[in-house]
């Protein structure tokens, strides 16, 4: 039975890898839009640039790995005389880019990504095209999308600001040759059999790091209680919009990563430099995370590809984070924006 839980896990992740923003995966469009589509807005772009040599340049900002580079480039080939101007930032930085320029009555991107901070741009609908109007009519993809994940970027009076990109459902990302040198079992099945829960994780990191002392099993707290929380039914604010934090499972979220505390390395900024060198020098055996960090531990430690391995989490099944796109009322070509987006 285990073994085809975490294999359903895993084929789970890799659909989800496939298909999301943050990793930036090139068949977004293959999977929200059939070809039928996009002829159409192949023929729209033509003609919102009359069939001349204008070229339309869309212009977006984008932090590391929400969109792949590869991607973006497809989208000339894919619509010929359309080009995407990106700018990219940090994931640190973005959010607060957004916030000065809209503060300032500065002019946003025509193409914008948010991450799950998209809940603070809700109250400026004006700035964006609801995508429930002409010429998007998003209705019509609706059902292609997570219900949770599509209701996140409507307003309260019933506007759509964004498309999905992607979720974060959670795994546990592991590097098998510092557990093998620990006496650990290696396999995602037999390592998730033995850390199913945050009680039994820790037990093992007690032995992991009983055998190697100079190793951590997990990386910093935060992530802990970022992965224990999005376990939970619920998180900080209720669907009628009611602040819920200081209740009893954000408590219990909270008081799971505290008891992880002798098994962190440390540190509180996510992808940092000290990050990226404590999983590349192997001070660091495990850390849970959305299934689209892949590409973030292959750019932070070189040094250890082919040891790192996925399973499930300890805790069971959750959701961290998870993108969206939209289009800013500063775009004077919405048609062929939402085309691009689709």
Not at 135 to 154: L, M, T
Not at 245 to 265: C, E, I, L, N
Request: glycine share 8%; charged share 20%.
């Amino acid at each position: 039975m285990m073994k085809k839980v975490v294999a359903a896990l895993l084929t789970t992740a890799t659909v989800a890898l496939a298909l999301s923003g943050c990793s930036g995966s090139g068949s977004t469009a293959d999977s929200t839009v059939t070809e039928q589509t996009q002829a159409a807005a192949a023929d729209s772009s033509s003609e919102e640039t009359g069939n001349s040599d204008e070229e339309i340049v869309l212009t977006m900002w984008y932090w590391k790995n929400s969109i792949r580079e590869d991607l973006i480039e497809q989208v000339s080939e894919q619509f010929p005389g359309v080009t995407i101007k990106a700018e990219l930032f940090s994931a640190d930085d973005i959010e607060e880019k957004i916030n000065t320029t809209i503060a300032s009555g500065g002019e946003l991107p025509d193409l914008l990504p948010m991450d799950d901070w998209i809940a603070n741009l809700l109250q400026y609908p004006e700035l964006f095209v609801d995508l429930y109007q002409e010429p998007c009519n998003a209705a019509e993809i609706e059902d292609q999308y997570v219900e949770w994940k599509w209701k996140r970027a409507e307003t309260v009076d019933g506007k759509l600001i964004a498309l999905p990109m992607d979720i974060g459902p959670t795994c546990m990302f592991y590097n098998a040759s510092l557990f093998e040198a620990a006496g650990l079992p290696t396999e995602p099945d037999e390592v998730a059999a033995i850390m199913s829960t945050w009680d039994d994780a820790y037990a093992t990191a007690e032995k992991l790091q009983q055998a190697t002392p100079d190793v951590k099993m997990f990386d910093f707290m935060g992530h802990l209680f970022v992965s224990a929380l999005g376990q939970q039914s619920q998180h900080m604010i209720d669907k009628e919009g009611n602040f819920i934090a200081d209740q009893d499972h954000v408590r219990s979220a909270f008081m799971t990563a505290v008891a992880g505390k002798p098994y962190v390395y440390g540190g509180d900024t996510e992808w940092s430099s000290e990050w990226a060198a404590s999983m590349n020098n192997g001070d660091v055996a495990a850390f849970v995370g959305a299934v689209w960090m892949k590409p973030e531990i292959e750019d932070a430690a070189p040094d250890t590809a082919g040891q790192w391995r996925v399973t499930s989490a300890p805790g069971g099944a959750g959701n961290v984070g998870g993108s969206s796109i939209g289009i800013t009322k500063d775009c004077e070509h919405v048609e062929t924006a939402y085309q691009v987006l689709t």
